[in-house]
């Protein structure tokens, strides 16, 4: 069992940067593929950025390229996504997942281990 805890969200104005952060615990995520997800108001989890097991590989849906940034210190057991030039759509409950195995997934059902969510709100 992976645990992970979601930090790092809150108010920002449009155009500003938030830095999320994940910490896993119960395992090392070494073997893990990693994400995050944003839900907004349509409670569907969008995928916002993935970064695979060694950190080598990350994506990132066309709305967040250039924005927003992951990445992973194994070491410390955690996952971090920056998130810069921050839009009112940006806004949401930020999930942090993960799933084990080499496939870096962008599609929340390819993820099995889920945080509780940091809320993100973008002011216009």
Not at 20 to 41: D, N
Not at 55 to 66: L, V
Request: a neutral charge.
């Amino acid at each position: 069992q992976v645990q992970l805890v979601e930090s790092g969200g809150g108010l920002v104005q449009t155009g500003g940067s938030l830095r999320l952060s994940c910490t896993a615990s119960g395992r090392a995520i070494g073997a893990y593929a990693m994400a995050w997800f944003r839900q907004g108001p349509e409670n569907e989890r969008e995928f916002a950025a993935s970064i695979s097991f060694n950190g080598r590989h990350t994506y990132y849906p066309d709305s967040a390229k250039g924005r927003f940034t992951i990445t992973r210190d194994n070491a410390k057991n955690t996952v971090d996504l920056q998130m810069d030039s921050l839009k009112p759509d940006d806004a949401g409950v930020y999930y942090c997942a993960a799933d084990s195995g080499l496939k870096t997934g962008t599609r929340a059902s390819e993820y099995v281990y889920w945080g509780q969510g940091t809320q993100v709100t973008v002011s216009s």
